[in-house]
């Protein structure tokens, strides 16, 4: 038997507006009464959208539709955290893992940066 997930067309996977809203408010740790509150919807709406969510991203629950999520770039870091609890949990991890994180991003920027040089005529005059 096909699952269900894998029976949606990849253009009736893309998630909506209000399923990337209902996953960013998951990710911050909200409940869904909090959801709905915050949304101004019913609990039962929020629980379409997290189930919708789920089955589009082909997460078992909540907490791997956010993964999920997150990994797809369905929703972006920005929405679910604010700059100032990024650094707060950073910090919270010590010193070795900040230093750890940073050598990653610099790894990851140049990779970006890379790559979208690749192909492009030299600078020149510097």
Do not use: W
């Not at 209000?18 to 909200?30: F, K, T």
């Not at 919708?52 to 791997?64: D, E, F, I, S, T």
């Not at 990994?71 to 949990?89: C, G, N, P, R, Y």
């Amino acid at each position: 038997m096909l699952r269900l997930s894998a029976m949606i067309s990849s253009q009736d996977a893309k998630l909506t507006q209000r399923e990337r809203e209902v996953l960013a408010l998951v990710a911050r740790g909200l409940t869904n009464q909090e959801i709905a509150q915050q949304l101004f919807i019913s609990t039962y709406a929020v629980k379409v959208c997290l189930h919708q969510a789920c089955v589009k991203l082909g997460a078992r629950n909540r907490a791997q539709a956010v993964i999920f999520a997150f990994k797809k770039s369905a929703i972006d870091t920005q929405d679910a955290f604010s700059l100032e609890e990024v650094a707060d949990l950073l910090a919270s991890l010590g010193p070795e893992a900040i230093q750890t994180v940073a050598q990653l991003v610099k790894q990851r920027l140049e990779q970006t940066h890379t790559s979208s040089h690749i192909g492009a005529p030299p600078l020149t005059g510097y």
